[in-house]
């Protein structure tokens, strides 16, 4: 059974661009969460979608958005990229949002804002 | 307001010996609580898990947790450290939603 996938693994882009991040989940999976890691802010909760419906949101500027596609498979999206948005992404799958189970986490990707 | 604390930012421990990482959470209700592992470069990985009933969680690579409800704390334990644990620990907390909370992480360094 795949693991989650996200793609690409490494991205560098320069301020005041936007970025469009990729994630697949476990088969069968049908909800999908992202976080956000730095090293002074540690891994931060950034929102999650279930049905191809955002059930949840974490404390950022709207400049970051995401959706779900029909298959499960999400994107999450930043805008006029900052410096401070350099981080490692991370999506995580799980299995359904009405008895949470455990979540599963994809290897993330780099993002450099330069 | 929700929290994980994990007091211990680092810890460097002998190959061969016993570890325990803390983690305290304050929350309204008991979360369910996790502990996962992250390897340089990597994604997290799930080590053990705790939704209720026996408050000694056994997981993966030889690594248990003790939930003690009085003390809001689940601690994760391992009798006997190999190299390769070295990595940095997370303690993760979440009330059903699926949205974890996380502790700011335990760097384990491992020496010979």
């Known amino acids: 059974k795949a693991g989650v996938t996200q793609t690409p693994r490494y991205l560098i882009k320069t301020r005041g661009q936007q970025v469009t991040l990729s994630c697949s989940p476990i088969s069968g999976h049908r909800s999908v969460s992202w976080y956000q890691q730095t090293p002074g802010q540690g891994l931060q909760f950034l929102f999650e979608?279930?049905?191809?419906?955002?059930?949840n949101k974490g404390n950022f500027p709207g400049r970051f958005s995401g959706r779900q596609f029909s298959n499960s498979r999400s994107e999450m999206n930043v805008s006029t990229l900052e410096l401070g948005d350099s981080a490692l992404y991370l999506c995580a799958s799980s299995l359904d949002r009405g008895r949470f189970t455990e979540a599963f986490f994809g290897q993330g990707t780099r993002l450099t804002v330069v | 307001a929700q929290s994980v604390t994990q007091p211990d930012i680092h810890i460097t421990v002998s190959e061969g010996a016993s570890l325990e990482l803390r983690c305290n959470y304050s929350?309204?209700?008991?979360?369910?609580l996790f502990w996962y592992v992250q390897s340089p470069g990597q994604g997290l990985q799930l080590l053990l898990k705790?939704?209720?009933?026996?408050?000694l969680v056994q997981g993966i690579k030889g690594f248990e947790a003790e939930f003690k409800r009085s003390q809001s704390s689940f601690n994760l334990r391992k009798p006997s450290v190999h190299w390769s644990d070295a990595a940095e620990y997370f303690c993760?907390?979440?009330?059903?939603?699926?949205?974890?909370?996380f502790g700011t992480g335990t760097r384990l360094t491992v020496i010979p």
């Open positions: 705790y939704f209720s009933g026996d408050t």
């Open positions: 993760a907390a979440a009330t059903g939603a699926n949205n974890l909370f």
């Open positions: 979608y279930f049905s191809e419906t955002q059930r």
């Open positions: 929350y309204g209700a008991t979360p369910y």
